[in-house]
T-cell receptor, first 114, second 111 residues
């Protein structure tokens, strides 16, 4: 079946512009995560959605970052007034909820801020 | 203390060798454990789940030690293609299924 889909796969933007990154999780997956990964670094947790619960936003690095998940499915990560340090690969992952439900990752969006 | 901690390595081993490494977790209520593999510039992919009784998948063996709160991964007969970063993933437990990643252990298998 279809996996996690992210778009765009690559995004180049000028410093100061806003960007929106999209994630289509696997159908029926109620948990959705956003991570970012800079070159050579580990995964940095950004935000976690679980069903209708309030999202865990504890990983968002600044108030320029926000995310929403509409109808419990598609999620959008928005970065306002982008900075060069925002350049990274942004990964989305989804899962069922429960013991032994692993995460399934999308291919990521490579964001470059010039 | 971090929720999930791993020895970053790198572990440099010759082909055919056995390599093993651990991951410690801080929450004794954690219930779900996984090993992921991440190749350079690729997304992480599930390698295997870790079950209480331990489990094996080909050359890979995973163990869980609840008393000492760690999981382990052992790779036998290492192949060049095993070179990757191995990520440990643990949930918080106690009804909280949020998964947390370790920073990863880098393994390099040389010819």
């Amino acid at each position: 079946g279809a996996g996690v889909s992210q778009s765009p796969s690559n995004k180049v933007t000028e410093k100061g512009k806003d960007v929106e990154l999209r994630c289509d999780p696997i159908s029926g997956h109620t948990a959705l995560y956003w991570y970012r990964q800079s070159l050579g670094q580990g995964l940095e947790f950004l935000i976690y959605f679980q069903g209708n619960s309030a999202p865990d936003k504890s990983g968002l690095p600044s108030d320029r970052f926000s995310a929403e998940r509409t109808g419990g499915s598609v999620s959008t990560l928005t970065i306002q007034r982008t900075q060069q340090e925002d350049s990274a690969v942004y990964l989305c992952a989804s899962s069922l909820v429960g013991s032994n439900s692993p995460l399934h990752f999308g291919n990521g969006t490579r964001l470059t801020v010039t | 203390r971090k929720e999930v901690e791993q020895d970053p390595g790198p572990f440099n081993v010759p082909e055919g060798a056995t390599v093993a490494f651990n991951c410690t977790y801080s929450n004794s209520a954690s219930q779900s454990f996984f090993w992921y593999r991440q190749d350079c510039r690729k997304e992480p992919k599930l390698l295997m789940s870790v079950y209480s009784s331990g489990n094996e998948d080909g050359r890979f063996t995973a163990q869980l030690n609840r008393a000492s709160q760690y999981i382990s991964l052992l790779i036998r007969d290492s192949k060049l293609s095993d070179s990757a970063t191995y990520l440990c993933v643990v949930n918080r437990g106690g009804g909280d299924y949020k998964l947390s990643f370790g920073a990863g252990t880098t393994v390099t298998v040389r010819a």
